[in-house]
């Protein structure tokens, strides 16, 4: 008896835990209005329980065992039920101010948590050992987005991330610092120069850099060359480059996007057309200008030699049609045969400097594409952006893991007024190919100018992280980021004529306004991040970067020197011995020290 009384005290204590939580759970089944059968199962199960104190060890244990497990099983539902969730939530949200705490962004979004999937986003870094991952630098598995007290954000290179902003807020100077960490090769698209005269230099460490200028910005000339209708030869190629050239709405029922299927449809015809019979661009737009009877026979017999019938059909419709519909479809698609009328975008277009992607890949190299801000040029613009991204996610395919590594970045500044590729569909898998997309916006209006409102919502839906830089004046905008930042619990004290408190409530408020948001400091940026509530941070400038500082330097002590190998060449081919005193520049206007002279014209 003696050996069973540490027992039986563990039997009575479960048997009294058993009394409250099967009155609990009765009280959870049946309902206050039936307390008295809960309270008579209660005692039901504490008379079971005193009945097993007289039982045998065995019998006791395994007793014990069951109703330790029953009430783990009562307990683990109320916690994860919808309404202990819900209220959890409600009660953290309050405590930390409808933001994410430190350990959410420790748990979400710190370099820790990038690392612990870098070998599902980086197949090779699995090969290497525990030390090494560790030294693995974030930047080569995570895009950093901003600083938050002494944390840093970050988001994996598989997600998309998405800014908005006005000008001069900052985004080019977030950009260039993403650029500059990109581990594989990168595509920048910009409509200016800034972004490749900051970064250009420390990309060439990793890579080879080239420059596609179509519209001849700043004077730079194209390093390589890229003609649309390469590989057109193959039909699905072809379509892929009309999709391109013609982004925006289709398959919607209004009359927009049926025009731009059908030239679509008529582009894909034609661009099969000229690669079939090795012509150019410029044969395209003659057919597409030339009277219907004279281009319906020289397209049709070309396009009998492909082997899809389709096409031939296609045209012979085309040129077919009265002359109402051919026009609205030809007005449709000269968007994308606009830039055949610049010099500077044909001669991009020549493809006398072609490139492969597997050797862009290959070689880390950077391509900066720079588009004005002319609907013209972004035709061509798209079509480079497009086969490059098309080309890698078929590369990605045929790889063991499915995805390239290191992964291929996108850097679309700007996206939506000189590159406005399809990316209501790149967004939803790139990220799984190895694709990394990070694009800037100047709002979201914009967004869905270029892309219409379900293109723009299938967009920022697929986004993993989005940041808002401040400087907007946007209404519709400011309240739709201040809605997503959800609302807070803001103590609110009334008080009599003399001041003193009579009263104290609880008002709901957003967790950032719309006021606020329009006014965040300079460098300051509003992040949205899956997995945990917004924070707000600061953002480093590149021009900050200790790596950028020494890089211009080495910019500056280059271009001093070629100017000063400049003026020694002018001063070997024109030597002025007798000009002015001894030691002066011949170059130098001289003073004439004749009386009465006075300093030469234009000094």
């Not at 731009?260 to 395209?284: E, K, N």
């Amino acid at each position: 008896m003696m050996r069973a009384e540490p027992t039986a005290l563990l039997l009575l204590a479960l048997g009294v835990l058993a009394l409250i939580t099967a009155a609990r759970v009765m009280n959870m089944v049946l309902g206050w209005r039936h307390r008295g059968r809960a309270v008579v199962a209660a005692l039901v199960v504490g008379a079971a329980a005193v009945t097993l104190a007289r039982a045998s060890v065995a019998v006791q244990g395994a007793a014990g065992a069951l109703l330790a497990a029953i009430v783990a099983t009562v307990v683990w539902h109320r916690q994860t039920r919808s309404t202990s969730t819900v209220t959890r939530w409600g009660a953290r949200s309050r405590r930390k101010a409808g933001v994410a705490s430190t350990l959410d962004i420790a748990r979400v979004a710190s370099s820790w948590a990038m690392k612990r999937k870098a070998t599902t986003v980086r197949p090779s870094l699995a090969k290497i050992g525990w030390w090494a991952w560790w030294r693995t630098a974030t930047t080569e598995v995570a895009v950093l987005l901003c600083r938050v007290g002494a944390l840093r954000v970050w988001s994996s290179v598989e997600d998309v991330t998405l800014l908005f902003g006005g000008p001069r807020t900052g985004k080019t100077g977030w950009f260039a610092g993403r650029i500059i960490d990109a581990p594989g090769a990168a595509v920048v698209t910009s409509s200016r120069t800034d972004l490749h005269k900051m970064t250009a230099g420390l990309r060439a460490r990793s890579g080879p850099t080239y420059v596609f200028n179509p519209a001849g910005l700043g004077g730079m000339p194209s390093t390589i060359t890229f003609d649309p209708l390469i590989g057109c030869a193959d039909s699905v190629t072809a379509a892929q480059r009309a999709w391109d050239m013609l982004p925006g709405a289709s398959g919607g029922s209004s009359e927009r996007a049926y025009w731009t299927d059908q030239a679509r449809r008529v582009l894909t015809a034609l661009l099969h057309a000229a690669a079939l019979d090795g012509t150019t661009m410029i044969d395209v737009l003659r057919w597409v200008a030339a009277p219907p009877d004279e281009a319906r026979k020289e397209v049709t017999a070309i396009l009998r030699r492909s082997p899809e019938a389709a096409y031939a059909d296609d045209a012979e419709q085309f040129f077919r049609t009265n002359e109402r519909t051919r026009t609205s479809i030809t007005s449709t698609m000269m968007p994308a045969l606009g830039w055949l009328m610049s010099p500077a975008a044909r001669a991009a277009a020549s493809g006398a400097t072609a490139f492969n992607v597997a050797e862009l890949l290959r070689t880390n190299a950077t391509i900066y594409i720079l588009g004005a801000k002319d609907e013209r040029i972004a035709a061509l613009v798209c079509a480079l952006t497009g086969c490059i991204a098309r080309e890698s996610r078929q590369i990605a395919a045929r790889q063991d893991n499915g995805r390239l590594d290191p992964p291929l970045t996108l850097a679309l500044d700007e996206a939506a007024l000189i590159s406005p590729v399809p990316l209501n569909e790149w967004t939803a898998d790139m990220g799984g190919a190895g694709v990394t997309i990070i694009a800037a916006f100047q709002s979201r209006a914009q967004m869905m100018d270029r892309w219409d409102e379900t293109g723009a919502r299938v967009i920022i839906g697929n986004a993993t992280s989005i940041m808002v830089f401040g400087s907007m004046r946007e209404r519709d905008d400011l309240t739709y980021w201040a809605d997503l930042t959800g609302e807070r619990d803001e103590p609110v004290a009334t008080t009599d004529g003399r001041g003193n408190i009579t009263s104290r409530t609880v008002r709901q408020v957003p967790v950032v306004s719309a006021s606020q948001l329009a006014n965040l400091p300079r460098y300051r940026v509003l992040v949205f991040h899956r997995g945990m509530a917004p924070v707000i941070g600061r953002v480093r400038m590149a021009w900050n970067r200790r790596d950028v500082r020494a890089q211009a330097k080495v910019d500056r002590r280059a271009a001093q020197a070629v100017v000063a190998a400049a003026e020694e060449a002018a001063r070997a081919a024109n030597p002025s011995p007798d000009a002015g005193w001894a030691g002066e520049s011949p170059t130098r206007p001289v003073l004439d020290r004749s009386p009465g002279g006075g300093p030469p014209d234009g000094w």
